[in-house]
């Protein structure tokens, strides 16, 4: 026999539940099959466990974090206007003051609020389960791999520009960006890569100079970013060294 979860009291495992109103009866869909579909949704996304904990509702942006309530406010509002207005994100800023947890709370919003399939991916990730599928011994293809990425309507992919890279890393990423480009889909990326042309940053004399995103993705990727997002810059200290030191201690 299987065992089925708890039959529904509202339905009686219908999905549609009878509410009335007075005299007037009507039939609609039960809170338990929205729940069911929100739960699908969540677990398709795919977000890291380390990341479940970030909300929106939790993002800090006063006192000494209010130099992130622009980015918040930018966050809330591409929510709301989501899909109407399916420009995606680009935000840029350095480690730890928050655009992971930015993303995750905004696609998080989608999910629960719209309904929305949304799908997380690390860059890094990414790159390794491709490379990982031309490996005979792997059953899953790279198209496996791809699809969901070209295909889901939001897709968050983390720390653009983390690899490094090469021909392969600038053709793969070039895949990815001009598909969902072309299909119309939107993409919220976070990088840790100042959004400035391939060798543009100049070092200290002797000193390596700073990467810039174009050098991570190449300047075509660069500006097809530009054409897909808005740019949301992150200002703020390291939310991990800063704030939360004390506990981790
Ligand atoms: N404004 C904020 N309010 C609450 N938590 C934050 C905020 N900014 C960062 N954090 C937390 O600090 C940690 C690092 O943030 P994260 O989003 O991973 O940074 P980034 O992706 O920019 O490197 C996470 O646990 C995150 O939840
Ligand atoms: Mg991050
Ligand atoms: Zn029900």
Known sequence: MKVS??????????????????SDRRVTRCDCRLQARTQALLAAARIPKRYEHCELSNFEF??????????RMAACKFVEEYPLDNTGLLLIGSIGVGKTHLAVGIIKELIVGKGIACLFYDYREL??????????????????VLRPVFDTE???????????PTEWVWDTVSLILNTRYNDNRTTIITTNFDDRPAGAVAGPRGAAREETLGDRIGERMRSRLHEMCRIIKMEGEDFRQKFRSASFR
């Open 154 to 164: 939001v897709l968050v992919l983390d720390e653009l520009g983390a690899v490094k």
């Open 62 to 71: 006063d006192g000494p974090h209010r130099a992130l309530a622009p980015s």
């Open 127 to 144: 790159l390794k389960q491709i490379q990982n599928s031309y490996n005979d011994s792997v059953k899953a293809t790279e198209l496996d």
């Open 5 to 22: 979860a708890a039959v529904c009291p509202y339905c009686e495992g219908t999905g549609w539940k009878s509410v009335s109103n007075g």
